[in-house]
């Protein structure tokens, strides 16, 4: 297929040059195969594959963009000439920028060829595993709704008219399994998740053991009354407050005044134990990859380092707004978008101390397991007020679950209150995160 799909990119790059522009192709196919199980059989089995082509055109600084699924020739011409016809009722931008040639890429493998070995029958029994483990783990194991494997296959052209020519792929491939636990006519779920870049690695137990877990550790929550206690949100709660600093360390965000931090580069943001990096060139990182969606390098970027922020995440647009370089964060949804900003693998950096030590430092406490909302938190104010879920802590031991409270803060505030970070990262898809110790947080009972 590269042959092909590289082909495609340039026969179209040369059609689109005779128009006078300047012209960026985007080329890339994508192979999915997602099983879903469940009662020891399965549900549903589909296999798609899709191809597709973009356009940019920079016309005397208006923007022309167009795209088709249809790789003909003939589509292909039409789709230049509608990128050239969108371009006349632009607006004209000195910002737009495209990618110049004679770049240095990072030799990173992200592609797994064991992937594509191994026969449809054995990833079924992956998934049927993995529910079989959940079942087994603990006799209040109702029922396990879904138990999924899922493996996605992609590759990448792009090429411009200042030369730019660069081609990758990649795959990787997950586990995920959602149990039912049963108890005294009450009902609680969980989850269990994997995500790897080499099929190797994926562990049906590890998934089934984890859902299981979380699901009976949820029976018999009870409500608390409103207070301000230390807390410790566990990876899977970390990431998603992970998920509001990467809408605040946006470039674009920042440029339009729409960023708590926007103001405060070079600055103290947090306690010294907090450290923020966006890596794509990891190497089991889902979303390593040699060069962006504009065909820029990508690399290993410090966002807060000991407490104090280095910078944001910026495209070649809002890279050229801000007097800067891109920093290879252009990323698309697919050949049907333009390119945004996004991080690639974002996480905090693992602190020293380990997760029973976390624990046992807490007298009384709550431990986080869940919030609900948090696309509700405000990235500018960094105001946040959310549904939360968690295990109550007395004498650094988990005593009873609790839900159906609200925990409330600010983001600046959250960042200054960390007092330790956990040892082991967890990552949740392309992000991921430790532990965290916070010496408070604002609790909205019933």
């Known amino acids: 297929m590269e042959d092909s799909l590289k082909s495609v990119a340039q026969h179209t790059l040369q059609y689109a040059i005779h128009h006078g ?91 797994d060829h064991d992937l594509g070995r191994h026969p449809v029958e054995e990833k079924i029994y992956l998934a049927l595993q993995a529910e079989e483990v959940a079942r087994i783990a603990d006799r209040r194991i109702a029922s396990v709704e879904r138990s999924v494997y899922d493996e996605k296959e992609f590759e990448v052209v792009i090429c411009n008219s200042l030369g730019l020519d660069v081609y990758g792929r990649g795959n990787y491939c997950s586990l995920y399994l959602y149990a039912v636990a049963q108890q005294d006519g009450e009902a609680q779920g969980g989850f269990g998740t994997m995500s790897r870049r080499r099929y190797s690695e994926l562990d049906a137990e590890q998934v089934g053991h984890e859902a299981a877990e979380r699901a009976v550790r949820s029976l018999k929550a009870r409500s608390m009354e409103s207070t ?89 647009q809002t890279a050229h707004k801000a007097g800067l370089a891109s920093t290879g964060h252009a990323r698309r949804m697919s050949y049907r978008s333009l390119p945004s900003i996004s991080p690639s693998n974002l996480s905090i950096s693992a602190g020293q101390v380990d997760d029973h030590t976390l624990l046992e430092s807490v007298e009384e406490g709550l431990y986080v397991t869940d919030l609900m909302g948090l696309h509700t938190a405000n990235p500018v104010s960094g105001d946040f007020s959310l549904g939360a879920a968690g295990l109550l802590i007395k004498n650094g031991r988990f005593t009873y679950p609790v839900r159906g409270m609200v925990v409330a803060g600010n983001m600046m505030q959250l960042l200054q209150d960390i007092e330790a970070v956990g040892n082991k990262v967890r990552f949740y898809g392309s992000r991921g995160a430790p532990s965290l110790r916070l010496a408070a947080l604002s609790i909205a009972g019933v």
């Open 228 to 316: 301000v206690l230390p807390c410790i949100l566990e990876p899977y709660v970390t990431v998603k407050f992970l998920g509001l600093l990467a809408r605040m360390v946006d470039g674009e965000a920042v440029l339009k005044g729409k960023s708590l931090l926007g103001d405060k580069a070079g600055q103290e943001v947090a306690r010294p134990v907090l450290s923020v990096v966006d890596d794509a060139t990891r190497s089991d990182g889902l979303a390593s990859f040699p060069f962006d969606d504009e065909g820029v390098p990508t690399r290993k970027l410090s966002l807060v380092e000991a407490g104090r922020l280095k910078g944001f995440l910026y495209d070649n």
């Open 21 to 111: 522009v300047q012209v960026e192709v985007y080329a890339s196919s994508q192979r999915e195969l997602q099983i879903e199980a469940a009662n020891q059989r399965v549900e549903t089995l589909k296999e798609a594959t899709e191809s597709g082509l973009a356009v940019r055109v920079v016309n005397a600084g208006r923007l022309g963009f167009a795209y088709t699924s249809d790789l003909k020739p003939t589509a292909l011409r039409e789709a230049v000439d509608a990128a050239m016809a969108a371009s006349d009722f632009m607006p004209r931008d000195e910002h737009l920028q495209l990618t110049p040639a004679g770049l240095i890429y990072s030799p990173l493998q992200t592609y």
